[in-house]
C-alpha cells in the first residue's frame, strides 16, 4: 500500500514538473529560439547543449536531463524532440542523442532512444523511431519510420541519387542477383565468352547532311578496342545465341572517350529497366502471355538470334540510343549499327526462323549431330581473319532523329523494343573500323566496357523512375560497373556497397575487396562554427531584444487603448465591461499594424533564391521579428485567420494574395515569410498547415529563401508542410498532413 502511495506520489511530482517545464517554454522561453540563451536555459534544466547550436521554434521539453545536443546541431523551426510521452502502460522515457553537425528539418520529430550520428540529416516532417540509430552521414526522409535516401559521407554516385525510390529499389535487387552470380562464377554473366582485337575508326573526308559535330568530325581517326562475344552460351558456339560487339573508342592521349554496346537484332525485348527485371523472375508461361499482347517483343526476341559462322558477318545493333551534341548547339538521339564491309553479308546473315512463340531457353536444342566444328570455333576464326591480309573490317553507322519537344514523343523514340522507321531515320555511313591486331584470351576477359562511359558530345539519356524508357541504359550502366569491379576484385565504392545491402537480397561480399571503410574519429570542422563576439551577442543583446522589444511594444499599444477606457469611466461613468470587446479588437488591430511595420524595418523584403548565413544580422533582425509576430499571433491574430483581416494583414506584411477574390487563410504558418507568398483567386490554406520560404539545409551554415506560389483554387491540407519554390497549381491539393519538397511542383 506504501510502496503505492509513494509511485502515486512521484506520478504527481512529475506531472507538476512537467506543467511548469511547458508553461515556462510557452510564456517565455520560446522567445528565445535561436539564441545561446535558449542553449543555456536547456543546461540549466540539465540538458547537454553543445557548442555553437542552432535551436530553433521546438517544442516545450519536459525532461531537457535526457536530451544531449552535440556541437553545430540544427534543430529546425517546429521540430519536435520528444525523450518522453504517456501510453496505456504508463510514461516511456529514453535518452535522445543528436550528434556533431546533424540537422533536424522543419517538424522533424525525434522519439526517446533515438541517437543521430555525426552529420544526420532528418528531413521535414520525417521520424527517428524510438530505440533506433540513424546512420553516420545519412539523409533520412518519411514516417512513421525514416529512410536514408543517400549517404553524404560515401563516394557520390549521381546515377544513383537521381533515382526515385521505387527505381532504386528495382535496380539494388537487380544489381544484387546479378553480383552475388558474378561472385560465383567469376566471370560475367553475360557475354562471358569471346575473341578480341584492337584497330582504329576512320571516319570519311565528307558526311553530307551531318551537322558538324566535335568527335564524329570528317577526316578523323580514333585508336579502337573490339570484344565479340555470344550473349548467354559459353560452352558451345553453334547454340542459337545472340552475338555482341563492344567498342571502345580511345582519345588521341590513348584515354578511353566512349563505349558502345552493340548485339544482333535492331531491337531488345524489354523497354524499361522494370520490364528486364521483371522479364528475368518471371516463368515461360508469364512470358508468353505477355508477347501474345505485345507481338513486337517476340519479333525483338526471335530477330535477336543468330546461327553464327563468323563474328565478322553480323550486322550489330546499339538498340539503345545516346543524345549527340553538335557544335551549333543543336541535340538529336543517335542510334549505332556496325555491319561487315563486305555487302554481301545482309542483315539476315545467321536469322534464325521463328519456330514457337519464343524461343527456346539457350542451350535447349543441340548442335547438329553432322556439325563437325570445335565448340569454341568463333575465336579461332576471328584470330585468322585478323591475321589474313585483308583483316577485319567493319562500317560504322548512325540513325539520327531530332529530340522530340512532347514527353510522350521522346517516350517513344527511346523505346528501344522498338526499331525506328528507316525510311524516316535511315541509317548512313560515317566510317570504317579496321582490326588488325588480336587480344590474347587474358586480355580480352580483363576488359572492362562502361555503358556510362561518355562525354558531353555524345551523352547517356538519364531516367528517375523505373518506367522510364531511357532506365534501360541509365540502370544498366550501373549493374554492369558493380558487377566488373566483383569479377576483377577491384575495391566496390561505399555508395554501392550501401546500394546493395539495402536490397532485398542478399549478397555475400567477405570474399570481395571493399572500400576502406570512413575514419569515425576525423576530426570535422563545425558546420555552424561562429565567433566569439557572435556568441556574446547570442548570449546578451539578441535574447534582451526577442523578450523585451514584443513585450514593450505590445504594452505600449495596450496602455493607450486602456488608458482611454479608464478614462471613460471615471468621466462618462460608463460600464468598463462594455468597452472590453472595443478594447481588445482594436488593441489587436494596432498589434498587427505594428507587426507589419516593425516586419519592413527589421527584415525588408527578401528575394526569391537569396542566400544567408545562419549567424548574420539579417538573420538575427528576422528572428527578433518573428518573436514579434508570434506574440502578435497569440494576443490577437491567431483568431483571425480565415477571415478578411488576416488577408489584408499578410498584404500589408508583403504577400501577393487575392485577398478580394476569395483567398482563404487560416494559419499563422502562412506568415513565417509573407512576402514571399503568393496565393492566387480561391487558393486555400488550411489550419496549422506551414508555408516556409525558408530552408536551412546544412550546407556551410546557410539560409536560403523561395517563393511559394498557389495558384487558382490550389488547396494545401490542415498541418500541412511545403518547403521554398513549392507551387500548388490550378485546382491542385497538398493534401493534409502531406509534404511538398523543395522545388516541387504539387497537382
Same mark, same amino acid.
Given at each position: ?11 504527481? $511530482? #512529475? /506531472? ?11 510564456? %517565455? ?13 536547456? *543546461? ?7 557548442? &555553437? ?30 525523450? +518522453? ?27 526517446? +532512444? ?12 520525417? =521520424? ?88 564524329? @568530325? ?14 548467354? @552460351? ?80 553480323? &550486322? ?18 543517335? $542510334? ?15 536469322? !534464325? ?13 543441340? *548442335?547438329?549431330?553432322?556439325?563437325? *566444328? ?16 585483308? *583483316? !577485319? ?9 531530332? =529530340? ?15 526499331? /525506328?522507321?528507316? #525510311? ?127 513585450? %514593450? ?6 496602455? %493607450? ?16 465591461? %462594455? ?23 527589421? =527584415? +525588408? ?9 545562419? /549567424? ?32 489584408? /494583414? ?34 486555400? !490554406?488550411?489550419?496549422? @498547415?506551414?508555408?516556409?520560404? &525558408? ?20 488547396? !494545401? ?10 507551387? =500548388? ?19
Amino acid at each position: 500500500m506504501s510502496g503505492n502511495e509513494e509511485m502515486s506520489t512521484s506520478s504527481d $511530482k #512529475t /506531472w507538476l514538473l512537467h506543467r511548469i517545464v511547458i508553461a515556462s517554454h510557452l510564456r %517565455f522561453a520560446k522567445f528565445l529560439s535561436g539564441t545561446e540563451a535558449f542553449c543555456m536555459h536547456l *543546461r540549466c534544466m540539465g540538458a547537454k547543449i553543445g557548442q &555553437h547550436c542552432s535551436i530553433r521554434a521546438i517544442n516545450p521539453v519536459s525532461d531537457p536531463q535526457l536530451i544531449s545536443l552535440a556541437n553545430g546541431v540544427h534543430l529546425g523551426d517546429f521540430s519536435r524532440v520528444v525523450p +518522453g510521452y504517456y501510453t496505456s502502460s504508463g510514461y516511456v522515457s529514453g535518452k535522445i542523442e543528436i550528434q556533431d553537425n546533424s540537422v533536424v528539418g522543419s517538424q522533424g520529430l525525434v522519439l526517446p +532512444g533515438s541517437v543521430l550520428e555525426n552529420d544526420v540529416i532528418l528531413g521535414a516532417l520525417s =521520424v527517428a523511431p524510438a530505440n533506433k540509430v540513424l546512420q553516420r552521414g545519412g539523409v533520412f526522409v518519411g514516417s512513421p519510420a525514416a529512410v536514408m535516401v543517400k549517404n553524404t559521407m560515401q563516394s557520390f554516385d549521381d546515377r544513383i541519387e537521381e533515382m526515385d525510390m521505387k527505381y532504386r529499389k528495382v535496380l539494388g535487387n537487380l544489381a544484387a542477383n546479378f553480383a552475388g552470380s558474378t561472385l560465383k562464377v567469376s566471370s560475367r554473366y553475360f557475354h562471358r565468352i569471346g575473341a578480341a582485337g584492337k584497330g582504329f575508326l576512320r571516319l570519311y573526308d565528307h558526311l553530307p547532311g551531318f551537322p558538324d559535330h566535335i568527335i564524329f @568530325s570528317p577526316g578523323k581517326n580514333y585508336s579502337i578496342i573490339m570484344r565479340h562475344s555470344n550473349c548467354l @552460351s559459353s560452352d558451345d558456339d553453334a547454340r542459337l545465341d545472340p552475338r555482341g560487339a563492344a567498342i571502345r573508342i580511345l582519345s588521341d592521349e590513348n584515354s578511353p572517350l566512349l563505349d558502345l554496346t552493340l548485339k544482333t537484332g535492331n531491337a531488345f525485348h524489354a523497354r524499361t529497366i522494370g520490364d528486364f527485371a521483371m522479364w528475368l523472375v518471371c516463368g515461360a508461361a508469364a512470358r508468353e502471355e505477355h508477347v501474345k499482347h505485345a507481338p513486337h517483343i517476340r519479333d525483338a526476341m526471335w530477330g535477336s538470334l543468330r546461327q553464327a559462322d563468323s563474328y565478322t558477318e553480323l &550486322h550489330y545493333y546499339s538498340n539503345i540510343c545516346r543524345l549527340f551534341r553538335f557544335k551549333d548547339g543543336q541535340e538529336m538521339y543517335v $542510334k549505332f549499327k556496325l555491319r561487315p564491309f563486305d555487302k554481301r553479308f545482309g542483315e539476315d546473315s545467321g536469322k !534464325v526462323e521463328p519456330t514457337g512463340i519464343l524461343p527456346p531457353e539457350t542451350g535447349a536444342i543441340p *548442335r547438329d549431330e553432322n556439325d563437325k *566444328r570445335p565448340l569454341l570455333f568463333l575465336a579461332d576464326d576471328f584470330q585468322k581473319r585478323v591475321n589474313c591480309p585483308d *583483316r !577485319v573490317r567493319y562500317v560504322l553507322q548512325l540513325q539520327i532523329r531530332p =529530340v522530340p519537344d512532347d514527353e510522350i514523343a521522346r517516350e517513344i523514340a527511346l523505346d528501344c523494343t522498338k526499331p /525506328w522507321d528507316e #525510311t524516316e531515320f535511315p541509317h548512313f555511313d560515317v566510317g570504317e573500323i579496321t582490326i588488325d591486331q588480336v587480344l590474347t584470351k587474358g586480355e580480352s576477359e580483363n576488359l572492362e566496357f562502361n555503358p556510362f562511359l561518355r562525354c558531353h558530345e555524345v551523352d547517356v539519356i538519364r531516367a528517375s523512375s523505373c518506367n522510364q524508357s531511357a532506365s534501360m541504359d541509365h540502370g544498366r550502366s550501373v549493374v554492369y560497373a558493380i558487377c566488373q569491379n566483383l569479377r576483377n576484385k577491384k575495391p566496390l565504392p561505399e555508395s554501392w556497397r550501401t546500394f546493395l545491402d539495402q536490397s532485398d537480397v542478399k549478397v555475400d561480399l567477405s570474399g570481395c575487396p571493399m572500400a576502406a571503410t570512413l575514419e569515425k574519429n576525423v576530426a570535422k570542422e563545425v558546420t555552424l562554427t561562429r565567433p566569439w563576439y557572435i556568441t556574446l551577442w547570442l548570449t546578451t543583446a539578441q535574447p534582451f531584444l526577442q523578450i523585451f522589444l514584443p513585450y %514593450f511594444l505590445i504594452g505600449l499599444l495596450i496602455f %493607450f487603448p486602456m488608458n482611454s477606457i479608464f478614462y471613460l469611466n471615471n468621466i462618462q461613468q460608463i460600464q468598463m465591461p %462594455f468597452f472590453l470587446p472595443l478594447f481588445w479588437v482594436s488593441s489587436g488591430i494596432l498589434a498587427g499594424l505594428l507587426c507589419a511595420l516593425s516586419k519592413w524595418i527589421l =527584415v +525588408g523584403n527578401k528575394k526569391d533564391g537569396k542566400v544567408k548565413p545562419i /549567424w548574420s544580422t539579417g538573420i538575427f533582425m528576422d528572428t527578433t521579428w518573428q518573436a514579434i509576430r508570434t506574440l502578435v499571433g497569440d494576443y490577437f491574430g491567431e483568431i483571425t485567420g480565415g477571415t478578411f483581416l488576416f488577408n489584408i /494583414w499578410m498584404k500589408l506584411m508583403g504577400s501577393k494574395i487575392a485577398w478580394d477574390k476569395g483567398a482563404y487563410v487560416d494559419s499563422m504558418g502562412a506568415v513565417l515569410n509573407p512576402e514571399l507568398m503568393k496565393i492566387e483567386e480561391y487558393g486555400c !490554406v488550411g489550419r496549422e @498547415s506551414l508555408l516556409f520560404g &525558408h530552408i536551412y539545409e546544412g550546407e556551410g551554415g546557410k539560409v536560403k529563401y523561395g517563393k511559394i506560389v498557389i495558384r487558382k483554387g490550389g488547396y !494545401v491540407g490542415s498541418r500541412a508542410v511545403a518547403m521554398p519554390g513549392v507551387t =500548388v497549381g490550378n485546382e491542385g491539393s497538398l493534401g493534409a498532413l502531406s509534404l511538398a519538397m523543395k522545388e516541387e511542383f504539387v497537382n
